[in-house]
């Protein structure tokens, strides 16, 4: 998987240290190994640090003209 050339270290938990928490997914430089957790800090609780690329995807400018139409999902009671 393509991911960005900056490499990001954050602290991270697995359960939301406050409402709204934003959850990030860091790949390693290959996009072969994924670390992901909410964002918080060195002082949170449980927190661990974890260190690697963001997704291109996650960033990319055109990333609308890559992405299927979204099709209807009967589990979620669309019609189709």
């Known amino acids: 998987m393509p991911v960005n050339s900056e490499q990001l270290t954050e602290f991270v938990t697995d359960e939301a240290p406050s409402p709204g928490a934003k959850r990030v997914t ?3 430089g290959d996009g072969r190994a994924l670390e992901t957790g909410y964002i918080g800090s060195v002082l949170t609780p449980g927190a661990r640090q974890i260190t690697g690329h963001i997704p ?7 990333a609308s003209d890559f992405r299927k139409p ?3 999902n009967p589990w979620r009671g669309e019609p189709a």
């Open 26 to 28: 860091l790949l390693s």
């Open 56 to 62: 291109h995807w996650a960033t990319c400018p055109k």
């Open 70 to 72: 979204e099709q209807p």
